[in-house]
């Protein structure tokens, strides 16, 4: 098939001959915020460790390292194996991985980059130090406590027998590297009131010292508190007792983000990710987009018309549907063939619908087609 | 990477040895739904030409052709361009494209594979006759008529001008065939009760039907009525309107489609595709797996747990949470490192997802893998 009949934007091309749907990064907005982020870790002396499960993408990743970052995190170890196979060498898996085979894999890729883990039970503890005898492989273990979210995680006051643990297993003989611990409450980050996330960070800090604490006096150093997102790491940091933030979710920003409450002392970050979408048929009122969730993650709620006096409702897999908003008229909705840019409802599943981005220099109205970034761990789930 | 630290499953693989989280399919109740739905269209004298946009998958449109699917449809031109790379040679796209650019690649596609599209607008024809136009091509072109979703489709007193324009570019000067109707109800495919569905069913044959009289009171032939879902083909065919019926969700059937009531003279279709996943971490009142909503879409509601007595919540973009059903207890709770399965709510985009299925022969307990497809049109959206 010739170049000009690829669906694959290339460099130079104007911002209308993105084939849609697509999804583009406004670059100017996202090195904005990639450089609030980076002055506000700089200025209050903690290390940026951000989570790659959102852009899933190595030329993010060595954009985030030359901006300061100390790594990037992932959820998965394929997501791992993806980045690393593309060249980022400090990778911090911040999930459990139980599976032998799996560890295996984890032990493999631990002699080839720098490599972390999260632990948050004995039976795991044992099997990720087998895998990694097995292996002569060594890797930095952070034991995880649930700080509040319910899901993975020890109880506080199991931290300390899990650190012994890990300890057990230190190099020379053993290959664990007690690290610290893992402190992130999910479900806190997109709790709407400033000083509901607020509280939720206290709680979460509460829990995260009660564990350090409890380590320490076992005579167990505990090196870092990793932890925070973009909902609450301007909280998390004053505390004093995270050492590191993984947020993720800041370099885009999607509609959930932005619909918290900003809370005081944070950077604003400005939406950076956006699916380009195309009407592609129009009733008397309404008109139709070809992008639906196929092509946006709506598990945290619908995408954002961008600076159109219009909603989107639910048009399926494949469509979008476009209404005036209250008090509008028909006369607001756009023509057969017209873009509408919609800002994704949550970024991190919508990256993982999309094969690459489309990183766009001058704005969505007139910009040109700065660089094409493969999505190099999408669909890396296992 | 040797094998033996690959996440791919091989063909022989048994069942314990799938990564988690995979996308697998039941082989036996897989075929036993394909049979089910070609012997009823069989027996009923209507052509089926099932919706591919739900299995983007050669080797599943293979094995539909055999069964005497007269082709496949597809939503998007990308989808009929990866399938037709795979070999598939008869496609409809049942959506409209206006997108000159893309109709350029519509047209290129039309001169290598039996095609045809969906219009809805006068626009729309003047757009894909000249992109027929200039590249030497024929397609089958369908009017699609609103019947009831209220989403794409023209109403159905304007399809007799829309033929009529069709029809203007007529081969051998033009390279629009005049098809036929689309008319599919969208919305009626989930409503709970049959009667519900019944009645949407019975308004939409009539706004089809009405569109057809007009058409060919106009003078010119209507082929065939093309649409009907898993939800409503029963009634659909029972008007008589509908010659074609593009279900796909028949063959995989997910949670949603299990939750309607059963209409009458309807086969039943059994869950035959699953997400494997593992316990990755357990607390004293909850399990969690590795399986998110990066795994299964839940635009249509949460996953069914397979044969446990466990409600599976929402745990985020990685991670399901297991707890007992009311009335249980911690004891149902499965262990750590146990495999769980999961129905997905949604097939279609849970399959987006994924990079290939995992075709397992001999049941989920102690099959074995018999084939590994790779979902070619994943990701296709544009």
């Known amino acids: 098939m010739s170049a000009t009949l690829s669906s694959v934007p290339e460099v130079g091309d104007p911002v209308a001959a993105i084939d ?54 992932v959820q998965k170890t394929s997501e791992a194996e993806a980045l690393a ?33 999260a632990v948050d039970s004995a039976e795991g503890i044992e099997r990720l130090a087998r895998a990694m005898r097995e292996a002569g492989a060594a890797i930095d273990v952070f034991v995880e406590v649930d700080v509040g979210h319910g899901r993975c995680g020890a109880p506080a006051t199991a931290a300390s ?27 806190a980050q997109h709790l709407r009131g400033a000083e509901e996330r607020a509280a939720a960070s206290r709680h979460a800090a509460s829990l995260a010292s009660a564990a350090r604490a409890g380590i320490t006096a076992a005579g167990i150093a505990c090196p870092l ?12 940091v004053a505390s004093g007792v995270w050492g590191e933030l993984q947020a993720g979710s800041y370099l885009f920003m999607d509609r959930d983000y932005a619909d918290n409450a ?24 309404h008109a139709v987009v070809d992008a639906g969730h196929k ?46 840019w919609l800002v994704p409802g949550h970024c991190d599943p919508t990256v993982n619908l999309h094969e690459r981005y489309v990183a766009l220099r001058g704005g969505l109205a007139a910009g040109v087609v700065e660089a094409v970034w493969p999505i190099e761990a999408r669909g890396c789930v296992g």
């Not at 295996?104 to 972390?116: E, Q």
Request: glycine share 10%.
């Open 20 to 73: 849609t749907p697509a999804l583009v990064i406004d670059l100017d907005a996202m090195e904005r915020n990639l450089a609030a982020m980076a002055a506000f870790a700089r200025e209050r002396g903690v290390r940026l460790r951000p989570h790659a499960k959102m852009h899933k993408c190595a030329a993010i990743a060595r954009l985030q390292r030359a901006a300061g970052a100390v790594g990037v995190c």
């Open 85 to 117: 196979a593309a060249g980022i060498d400090d990778i911090y898996i911040s999930n459990e991985v139980v599976d032998p085979a799996k560890l295996a894999r984890v032990a493999a890729l631990a002699r080839r980059v720098r490599l972390a883990i």
């Open 161 to 187: 027998s899990l650190a012994h643990r890990v300890v057990a297993h230190a190099p020379p003989e053993g290959g664990l590297r007690f690290a610290g611990l893992q402190a992130y409450h999910g479900a």
């Open 225 to 236: 508190v990793t932890g925070a997102g973009t909902g609450t790491f301007a909280f998390d």
């Open 262 to 285: 900003p809370g005081p002392n944070t950077p604003r970050f400005e939406h950076a990710l956006f699916v380009k979408s195309q009407v592609m048929s129009r009733g008397a009122a």
């Open 295 to 340: 092509s946006h993650a709506i598990d945290s709620g619908l995408p954002q018309v961008w600076q159109r006096t219009l909603a989107y409702a639910n048009g399926g897999d494949e469509h979008g549907i476009l209404r005036p908003l209250p008090g509008g008229s028909a006369a607001d909705l756009p023509q057969l063939g017209d873009t509408v």
